[in-house]
């Protein structure tokens, strides 16, 4: 705070500020604002638009709710009881909001505090708007931050309480309410917050609409406030008194656009919520306060894009300023001066000229929508993501662990955002048909692998599909029911990489190749203990499957893009019969991508504390490691953020890391998952 308070951008800002606030004395201010603070205070009451009309006050002063009329009377009164200018303290309310949306930008962008000095503190946006031209603006815009930092930071109740705040401050900002709800909808994450985000709503709107209501006199002024209606200014007249109005026609496309990409993450849903404020003030002879409402959205733009940018913003602000002269210069009054404003120095110029600079000015606004557009929303990770899901593939032989892996990966994306589909549910027969006699289930023909393909295919074009479930215990299928498609789909089984169109759907196909000992331990344990099959039977079926799985099931292996081998450290310990000894394990990993080894390396030894041995082919295609040694959950997450940070954006509020040889493979199967979705994105 110290250092940004001694920056000489800052210093310079805020000379510029209170410099504008003794020497100007905007209009609105003077006939509007200010009087009605008066009157509110002089002659107090819970109702100051009855008391203001009562007196023949402007119908027009003061549209706007409690929570504007509450910011700025403390400052108010402390005028009144000091005996100074109260245009002192409307000045100051200002300065105040203003610093707290730069402290607030400084939290959503952190390490950016010259960018946010020179793009926002020192935009003439923001100055010209609030200081030379003296609307209020800003009031319901921090609010409205406040409220994205929230939703940011997952605290919906209080973003709930400061979007009607917001609302409250100033009518226009329920504009912004429904991509709230598009937002916590299409983020399965955040859906489960939803109930806190309209409790935080019935909250706001208790304290702060409802009152409101009940005063007549500031409904009547909200509804005859001529602003409201400049949105019905650009239409087609279709005959008859027939009208298409452009700027509603544009928000609901807008909507509809949000309402159709089906995944959401913040910077995607601040972008468009951006977007839509910013096409309001740029089809609208809006008042020059309005194009505060696109400051947030214009200060990330340039914080994320390049130098273009950042010029073609300065560049906007600049002729929005020189618009805003040009066209209403009598809003701005010299102090200590009854007869000269700046209209003085501006009525020489024509209304054409003032409106090619308006022109101009929209048409450079409407570049930067197109870039923030194509920039933030066509190329955002999420967007790309919406279009299609992310399709993992998982094969191995039985017992090898394929639904311990499959659940660990479910775990840190959560199972609201993941979809599972198994090999297993595609059996053609029930356990006690007689094709068993002659045939296994790790034979192909064995199971409805075209039904298997087709379901994927369907659910990897984002459709509904409808499956039966094998039930291991009873050896029965069940009746049929619906799967849903979902951002991340597993689609597991003994041949997920059996055929070449399943292998075509997976983003990321994954073989399990646990040692052979390991995997008969494992088997016997689960098929004895959790499916209630005897030792003899179980024993039975490895001599039985051996030919098919040695046929069928290995050879997947080659077209696996990450091969995870589970090896024990100590092979004769799993003829020990004392079960207290718990079993140690090594991982190899090969991969025919690349895996970021040398990065993976380090955390493994740095962080982790794990031995690691790496072979690597000579083109550095295809690469094994093997991994020794015990580590926590703990240490897999922090590895995870070192090493793909951007991945977490895509995970559960809190994912479930797993400690040992099974938070290896996630770690590993993370960045693979990292990798594929960067080379999705490119190709």
């Avoid at 009605?36 to 006050?57: E, M, V």
């Avoid at 501006?346 to 557009?373: D, E, P, Q």
């Avoid at 290995?554 to 081998?565: E, G, K, M």
């Amino acid at each position: 705070m110290r250092k940004l308070l001694l920056n000489p951008l800052f210093i310079f800002g805020l000379v510029i500020r209170l410099g504008l606030i003794l020497l100007i004395q905007p209009q609105p201010v003077v006939e509007w604002y200010v009087p009605f603070l008066n009157i509110s205070t002089t002659t107090f009451s819970l109702d100051p638009w009855a008391t203001w009309l009562a007196q023949g006050g402007n119908p027009v002063a003061f549209p706007y709710g409690y929570v504007m009329w509450l910011v700025f009377l403390p400052l108010t009164l402390l005028c009144n009881l000091l005996s100074l200018p109260l245009i002192y303290g409307y000045g100051l309310t200002l300065v105040l909001a203003d610093f707290s949306l730069l402290q607030l930008l400084r939290k959503m962008i952190p390490g950016r505090d010259r960018l946010l000095l020179a793009v926002y503190w020192l935009s003439p946006i923001v100055i010209g708007a609030s200081y030379l031209m003296g609307f209020n603006d800003l009031i319901p815009v921090l609010f409205l931050s406040l409220s994205l930092y929230f939703v940011k930071n997952n605290k919906l109740l209080i973003c709930g309480v400061a979007c009607i705040a917001a609302i409250s401050a100033k009518l226009s900002m329920i504009l912004a309410l429904p991509f709230f709800f598009i937002y916590l909808i299409h983020n399965r994450r955040l859906r489960q917050f939803l109930p806190e985000f309209i409790k935080g709503i019935s909250i706001g709107v208790i304290f702060s609409l409802v009152p409101f209501l009940f005063s007549s006199s500031g409904l009547s002024m909200i509804i005859s406030n001529p602003e409201l209606f400049k949105i019905y200014r650009l239409a087609f007249d279709l005959g008859s008194g027939i009208y298409i109005y452009l700027v509603p026609l544009s928000y609901f496309i807008m909507l509809y656009i949000a309402w159709r990409i089906k995944r959401l993450n913040f910077e995607l849903f601040h972008a468009l919520m951006g977007l839509v404020f910013l096409l309001v003030v740029l089809m609208t002879p809006a008042s020059p306060g309005w194009f505060i409402w696109a400051i947030p959205l214009l200060v990330s733009y340039q914080a994320i894009s390049d130098r273009i940018s950042i010029l073609l913003t300065s560049l906007f602000s600049v002729l929005y300023v020189l618009s805003s002269l040009l066209i209403s210069p009598s809003n701005i009054i010299f102090a200590n001066s009854d007869s000269w404003n700046i209209s003085s120095f501006l009525h020489l110029f024509s209304n054409k000229f003032s409106s090619l600079i308006f022109t101009i000015m929209v048409a450079t606004g409407i570049i930067l929508a197109v870039r923030i557009y194509r920039e933030t929303v066509v190329r955002n990770d999420y967007f790309r993501l919406s279009r299609k899901p992310f399709v993992i593939g998982i094969a191995g032989d039985s017992g090898a662990g394929k639904d311990t892996f499959s659940d660990s990966i479910m775990g840190l994306f959560g199972r609201h955002s993941v979809t599972t589909l198994s090999g297993d549910d595609y059996h053609l027969w029930d356990r006690q048909k007689p094709m068993w006699q002659v045939m296994t289930h790790l034979n192909p023909m064995a199971n409805d692998l075209e039904g298997f393909a087709n379901d994927l295919v369907a659910l990897s074009d984002g459709k509904n599909i409808q499956a039966r479930h094998y039930d291991h215990t009873s050896g029965r299928m069940s009746k049929p029911f619906t799967i849903k498609s979902n951002d991340i789909v597993i689609a597991s089984g003994l041949h997920a990489l059996y055929l070449q169109i399943l292998r075509k759907c997976y983003n990321l196909s994954v073989y399990l190749d646990i040692d052979e000992g390991l995997r008969r331990h494992f088997k016997l344990q689960r098929d004895v203990h959790k499916r209630g099959h005897t030792v003899e039977r179980v024993l039975a079926s490895f001599e039985k499957r051996e030919p098919d799985s040695e046929r069928f099931i290995r050879p997947q292996a080659a077209h696996a893009d990450l091969v995870l081998s589970l090896q024990p450290i100590r092979a004769d310990m799993l003829e020990d019969k004392n079960h207290n000894i718990p079993l140690r394990f090594k991982l190899v990993a090969r991969s025919r991508h690349g895996l970021n080894e040398l990065s993976l390396t380090r955390v493994l030894v740095g962080i982790c504390g794990l031995h690691v041995d790496i072979i690597s082919s000579n083109d550095a295609s295809e690469v094994e490691l093997t991994i020794e040694g015990e580590t926590s959950a703990l240490d897999i997450e922090l590895a995870a953020q070192m090493i793909c940070p951007q991945i977490f954006e895509f995970l559960d509020i809190k994912p479930q890391w797993q400690d040992g040889v099974v938070g290896l493979m996630q770690l590993i199967t993370l960045s693979h998952i990292n990798q594929a979705l960067t080379k999705r994105f490119i190709w």
